[in-house]
């Protein structure tokens, strides 16, 4: 499977890594975990090999190295002590964290998550969402993509809401375009289209 490298974070000479969607892990300079080597670090950039390849990566940034070459589009999940699935992917190029959330009917970031990425609350089309704390206004827009491990979709619909969100929900408008099992603690999820 292809290797997905975030940049979470440097912590002097050790960079702050999420692999494949996983808790950061600090790697010293000169050290390789899961397959990643990271090379040097200079401000909030790391410089990472990965799949052979040299790539420079600042915090929040994400970079593939390619994998075995089998062409699985498969992202395989397992669940916290809660039984909720986390995963980090990224939108249109920048890291998010996510929470596996088959009740929302589209991705949704709060406003921080959708600053970083670089979308305006006030480009979409607005309307009114149900939540757990009742209705809040929203603002559909439309992601150019949306990569999590070895799986990549484009042109999926996505709501921004005006408040802050303590993790970006991972919704039906990416995961109905997945074939999804679960067995025991574990998800996998394959795409489908």
């Known amino acids: 499977m292809a290797q997905d490298v975030g940049l979470a974070g440097i912590m002097g000479s050790k960079a702050m890594l999420m692999i494949n969607g996983g808790e950061p892990q600090a790697v010293p300079i000169g050290q390789t975990v899961e397959g990643v080597k990271v090379l040097s670090i200079q401000g909030d950039q790391a410089t990472i090999e990965v799949g052979g390849k040299k790539r420079p990566l600042r915090v929040g940034q994400h970079a593939i190295g390619a994998g075995n070459g089998d062409g699985s589009d498969k992202i395989i999940m397992t669940a916290d002590v809660q039984g909720h699935f986390y995963t980090t992917g990224n939108i249109n ?3 998010v964290r996510f929470l596996v959330d088959t009740g929302a009917s589209m991705i949704s970031l709060g406003a921080t998550d959708a600053r970083r ?3 305006d609350f006030n480009r979409g089309q607005k309307g009114l969402s149900s939540t757990a704390n009742g209705q809040v206004v929203v603002s559909k827009v439309q992601l150019d993509t949306v990569r999590i491990a070895g799986v990549t979709l484009h042109n999926v ?10 993790i970006a929900l991972l919704g039906m408008s990416f995961l109905n375009r997945m074939e999804m099992q679960r067995d025991g603690s574990t998800m996998t999820l394959k795409k489908r289209f």
């Open 93 to 95: 190029g920048t890291s």
């Open 117 to 119: 990425i670089g979308l």
């Open 157 to 166: 619909d996505a709501v921004i809401h005006q408040n802050e969100m303590p």
